[in-house]
């Protein structure tokens, strides 16, 4: 059995040129530390719609519920249930905030668990894991114009600026319109991996290959997070938040039978 330790992750989450912030991420950036095993990006949809309520409400809730009712392993199941108690409280808010009926927001998470990463994501909001400078997984956007480049109709480069590329397939709400969380399972993670997580306002500042060569030049990872702040500030038209979270050691842990000879050993 192995257990992941992680550096120092760093994170941003900035209105660039909006008026006001609906994205949303846990923790706060500047109380976490590589102690933290819970991590999650939210971009909160609606405008007007109070789509930050949105996001800040599913950064409260989901930690809570993992708190709450987390007994052993996490599977896919227990994500689903943590996602449909993140409904029951939007509806609660709704009903004594009317203003806020038809708010939403994708979810982005990441949880590490002795040997495995476990991701998990609703709507565009994305999760890349990258080794040695390049890109070795990343989630599907839950998008109209992801489903677009899955038949071949546009590129992955004209869908990070199409018009309608803030459509999105799939959102939390509420549970008049329950939604499906997509859970990865990784177990190929290795010492130097960094696992990056942002929302759309810097996918559309940051292509795959932009991305790569920003982390193939090895700089430390508050560097590269200044790297991609300063650009997104420049180039993106929403807000745009991110987590950088690096993996610092595999640390293996012996079994039951390493440990008996470990002590037969010691009276040799």
């Not at 996490?74 to 905030?97: G, L, P, R, W």
């Not at 991305?211 to 420049?234: G, H, P, R, T």
Request: glycine share 6%.
């Amino acid at each position: 059995m192995n257990n992941i330790l992680l550096g120092q992750p760093f994170a941003a989450s900035e209105k660039g040129k909006r008026k006001n912030n609906e994205d949303a991420i846990y923790p706060l950036p500047e109380i976490v530390s590589s102690e933290d095993c819970l991590f999650l990006v939210c971009d909160g949809v609606g405008g007007k719609n109070k789509g930050e309520i949105a996001s800040c409400l599913t950064c409260e809730t989901i930690p809570s519920f993992f708190q709450t009712f987390l007994v052993g392993e996490v599977d896919s199941s227990f994500i689903q249930k943590s996602v449909q108690y993140v409904e029951t409280c939007f509806d609660k808010y709704v009903a004594t905030h009317p203003d806020a009926i038809g708010m939403a927001t994708t979810m982005a998470m990441l949880y590490v668990e002795q040997a495995m990463v476990v991701i998990a994501h609703i709507g565009d909001s994305r999760v890349y894991q990258i080794r040695e400078g390049q890109i070795i997984f990343q989630t599907e956007d839950h998008s109209l114009v992801n489903s677009w480049v899955k038949l071949g109709r546009i590129t992955e480069e004209e869908a990070r600026t199409h018009p309608q590329k803030n459509i999105i397939l799939r959102a939390i709400q509420g549970k008049d319109h329950p939604t499906e969380v997509e859970v990865s399972f990784l177990t190929d993670v290795r010492e130097g991996d960094i696992f990056f997580m942002c929302t759309d306002g810097v996918v559309e500042s940051w292509g795959k290959k932009d991305l790569e060569n920003l982390f193939a030049e090895q700089a430390s990872l508050e560097k590269i997070k200044d790297a991609l702040v300063e650009v997104c500030a420049e180039k993106s038209r929403d807000n745009f938040s991110f987590y950088l979270i690096p993996v610092k050691n595999i640390q293996k842990k012996e079994g039951l039978a390493e440990n008996f000879l470990t002590f037969l050993y010691s009276f040799i």
